[in-house]
Each structure stands twice: as structure tokens, then as C-alpha cells.
């Protein structure tokens, strides 16, 4: 065990476990990883990708604990560590299959995240083309997109490609 004045990390031959408090924005995290072999570096997984892979917790939920009073740390350490043992249990035996899929998860989260920021943006754009009535532009956009279009959105596009 590690301890320094705002971190904490647990170690065992296979894992380690980091809790962090940040006394400034009060965010309380807890990762997990595997050790790394030699001459690799280590990689943290927050236990609330982990929850969210085992649909322990709403996959829009996950923001960290905020707690601004050290003095106040103590329940949330304590719901923090049951959840570690309820959802984390293959996680801290070191089953590299269950931190493969862990890593699986949270690339697909990520992409998913790039990919709906893209269609945001694409979708910002053409509604401001649509609205400049530059149709050109509104088929090239929404062409772009065309597998994740709403059916209004489809009726603008093919409005669009007419004109």
C-alpha cells in the first residue's frame, strides 16, 4: 500500500487499486489495473467504465463523487469499496480476459462518443445551410451522415438533392 496526502494505492502481484481525492474540484475516483509487465506502462481503468460495462450504473451516470470536506470522505470511501468488491470481484483476482473486455468497453464508448460528436456537428451545419437555403451543401452534409438521419432529416436531404 501507497499512501500520499490526497492518494491511495493497493497492490497485489497482479493489480493495483488507486483512490483518488482532489481537495480543489472534490472529485473522489477509484481505478483499477493490471500491473504492467516489464517495460510496459500501466493502465488505469476507472471503476465507473467498469460499472457502466456491467450495467451497474446508467450509461450517461458516472460523474465522480464531488466531496469538498475531507472530514466528509469517509462514506463515500466506504460506498466506493463496497462497490469494488460487488462489481470489481474478476477485476481485482487479475482475470486479464475480464480487463481485455474492460478495454473493449471503453474503446467502444470512446468511439461512440466521437462518432455523436460528429453527427452533431454535421447536423449544426446543415441546419445553418438549410436555413442559407445552400442545398448543395445540405445534400453534401447530410450524404455524409445518411445511415443516422431522422426521417425529417431524410425529407431534407432529398428536398435538397432536388434542388
Known sequence: MHCESHSLRYETPQVFVAIEWDPFSGELN????LQPRSAQRAEAFSLNDLLRMEQAIKPSSGMPA??????????????LATKMR?????????DRMYFR???TFRSAQSEAYMREMQLR???SEAEKAWRE???????????SIEH????????KLAYARQH
Open 30 to 33: 477509484g481505478y483499477l489495473g
Open 66 to 79: 464531488q466531496v469538498v470536506d475531507e472530514g466528509r470522505l469517509e462514506p463515500f470511501l466506504e460506498e
Open 86 to 94: 460487488t462489481h470489481a470481484t474478476p477485476a481485482l483476482n487479475g
Open 101 to 103: 473486455r474492460l478495454e
Open 121 to 123: 456537428h454535421v447536423r
Open 133 to 143: 437555403r445552400n442545398f448543395r451543401e445540405v445534400a453534401r452534409l447530410y450524404t
Open 148 to 155: 443516422d438521419l431522422s426521417e425529417s432529416e431524410k425529407g
